[in-house]
């Protein structure tokens, strides 16, 4: 669950000069400073196994046709026992059949799918807005500033799990309410970080420079100070597809995210809950595999972030 | 203080508005006629019409709005769809025991917190400050109905130890496994803020001062470091007020525990439109105040704070 530690990411600090660079040299200092955080990032060991893990299972989502051994949805009469139970792992369903005679495998794998686009478009909707509020309310001050600030902190009153149910009973639950909902309950944090860094950033003398020279008020927002935005929405953006990742199971597990029969990962699971006592498997296996996931965005922002800070 | 109380009570009453706009406006997105949906799917014709009377449906969008406004600071909600009760009332019965759970997942945090914060305070690298470090990450990182649905499965279901959910006499016995799915994964987060913040705290003159009188490291820490450190610590919890209701109500409906979140949950299946959207709002009214109350406890631990 998303806890407080997004709005601890630091504010990184833009290296002095930068702003009198021309463009070729810019460019050039910027790609130095992307090498030498990938340098860092590299040394830490478990933050690139876990990008490993990630990547394999980006692989694995979208070869799921291929490497799948069956049609996710596909009911099997052989795929229950003759009083309608779930079967165990044979040669035929590796993992075994989930209560409705359907290769839980074949699900994992095409959960895949949706938990990862749930997670990566949630949370690029969640930096985007993010990122916007927060850079228009730090830049503009006055009364945007004010709105936005306010509805930020009544925002955050929302417990996200009530506004998802909330959502679901009024529109139909899809994958794009799903992915609305996250978003809804999550720009608050990269809008925080972000409004703080611009707070500061907007005094820098590059921008001051910028405007003496004429340039314009968007144009310094998107050419000045978005571009030092970016490690630490890179950073946040990692750290937000595992929660983006979570947050869809657990809204899939009410019955308010993902509906049935489409496999994702939350919604196995709470196809499994009422049978965990027959079988644990069928939660075992979903439950695992969100985990591992999860973890590894979680340890690999981190990553990111410590080598964003190091800079 | 007082006017900083004062103050904080009208940021409640904005919360209030800013939230009664949220719903309002959710409600209105609802496609097709709004009383058919608000009255529930099994209603009948005199049943709805009489639903769009009190709704107010035949006025305009801004009227309706103050309507609801009013009636919601009067503190009427509307009529359940389901549970043939005003929401305000299903609310208040179901209340004491989301109010339990909630302090028993407080207390299971902080115990763990303390002990395990401390303990990797004093021993920094070591194994258990280690193990704590990735109790931490997992707790962030597993989900939370998965972590209590496995918890049914080998204590309840296996061992036998606890009841397989619900409520029941003795109630706290039915109060341990909710508790503990939530409260120990936030404990351990939690214990790395504060090792965080007593190690940052360690460093403090007054701290070195602490230590050359000859104090032991243990008694400087706890009786010295310990109750500066707790400050962020607090700030930090009373931000995630709304991530400790958002992870009851899950918990809730995993165990079956008589809360709001339960009731909540099962009006959704119901499509009572009425009685979720009233938890929504009378959950953020909740959190708002909580929030106040955390504010006014920061006062009295730290004296700093009532300069400001």
């Known amino acids: 669950m998303q806890r407080s530690e997004l709005s601890d990411v630091p504010a990184v600090l833009p290296g002095t000069g930068i702003g009198t660079l021309d463009d070729e040299e810019r460019a050039m200092a910027a790609a130095a400073k992307r090498r030498s955080t990938w340098a860092r990032l590299r040394r830490q060991r478990v933050a690139m196994a876990c990008l490993v893990i990630i990547l394999i299972f980006v692989l694995a989502a979208i070869l799921a046709p291929l490497l799948a051994p069956h049609d996710p949805n596909f009911q099997f009469d052989s795929g229950l026992t003759n009083d309608g139970h779930p079967l165990g792992s044979t040669p035929f369903f590796p993992l075994g059949t989930d209560t409705a005679g359907r290769d839980v495998l074949s699900r994992l794998l095409f959960g895949a799918r949706i938990s990862l686009t749930v997670g990566v478009l949630a949370t690029l909707l969640t930096v985007t807005v993010g990122v916007a509020l927060g850079a228009v309310s730090g830049y503009f001050g006055g009364w945007l500033e004010i709105i936005i600030t306010r509805l930020v902190d009544i925002m955050l009153a929302f417990p996200v799990v009530l506004l998802g149910l909330a959502a679901a009973a009024i529109f139909t639950p899809s994958v794009l309410t799903t992915i609305v909902v996250i978003a809804a309950t999550q720009w608050m944090y990269m809008a925080r970080v972000v409004y703080s860094m611009v707070l500061t950033l907007k005094e820098w003398e590059f921008v001051s420079a910028a405007r003496a020279v004429g340039v314009g008020d968007w144009r310094i927002i998107w050419r000045h100070i978005a571009p030092h935005l970016v490690p630490v929405a890179i950073a946040y953006s990692t750290l937000g597809v595992g929660i983006s990742i979570l947050l869809e199971a657990t809204l899939s597990f009410l019955n308010a995210g993902v509906p049935q029969p489409t496999a994702s990962w939350g919604s196995m699971i709470a196809a499994g809950k009422d049978y965990y006592r027959e079988d644990a498997a069928l939660m075992l296996y979903p439950g695992l595999t969100l985990a591992v996931v999860v973890l590894a965005f979680t340890i690999v922002g981190d990553g990111i972030s410590k080598a964003v800070e190091a800079r | ?308």
């Open chain 2, 1 to 308: 203080m007082l006017s900083y109380l004062v103050r904080r009570l009208g940021w409640v009453l904005l919360v209030l508005l800013g939230v009664s706009i949220i719903t309002f406006t959710l409600v209105s997105l609802i496609p097709g006629d709004v009383a058919i949906f608000y009255a529930g799917p099994h209603a009948s014709a005199q049943v709805i019409a009489e639903t769009r009377h009190s709704l107010g449906l035949d006025q305009p969008k801004p009227i309706q709005f103050f309507h609801y406004l009013a009636k919601t600071l009067h503190g009427d909600l509307g009529q359940s769809a389901t549970l043939d009760e005003p929401v305000w009332n299903a609310l208040l019965e179901r209340v004491p025991a989301t109010a339990a759970l909630a302090v028993a997942v407080i207390i299971t945090e902080m115990v763990v917190m303390f002990i395990f914060g401390i303990v990797s305070s004093l021993y920094p690298d070591s194994l258990i400050d280690r193990a704590v470090a990735g109790f931490a990450a997992m707790g962030v990182s597993l989900p939370g109905f998965w972590v209590g649905i496995m918890l049914l499965y080998f204590i309840g279901y296996k061992l036998s130890w606890l009841p397989l959910g619900g409520y029941g006499d003795p109630w706290i016995v039915y109060l341990i496994l909710p508790a503990a799915t939530q409260g120990v994964p936030g404990g351990f987060w939690y214990a790395r803020i504060l090792k965080a913040s007593l190690v940052g705290t360690l460093h403090q003159d007054y701290v070195r001062t602490a230590r050359s009188k000859g104090l032991a490291q243990r008694l400087v820490v706890i009786r010295h470091a310990l109750p500066n450190a707790i400050i962020p610590v607090l700030t930090i919890a009373a931000m995630d007020l709304g991530q400790l209701f958002g992870g009851i109500v899950v918990v809730e409906a995993v165990f079956s525990w008589p809360g709001i979140g339960l009731m909540a949950y099962q009006a959704l299946q119901a499509l009572d439109v009425p009685l979720v959207i009233g938890t929504v709002l009378f959950t953020a009214l909740c959190i708002a105040l909580l929030n106040i109350l955390a504010d006014v406890l920061r006062v009295l631990v730290d004296p700093r704070v009532r300069l400001a």
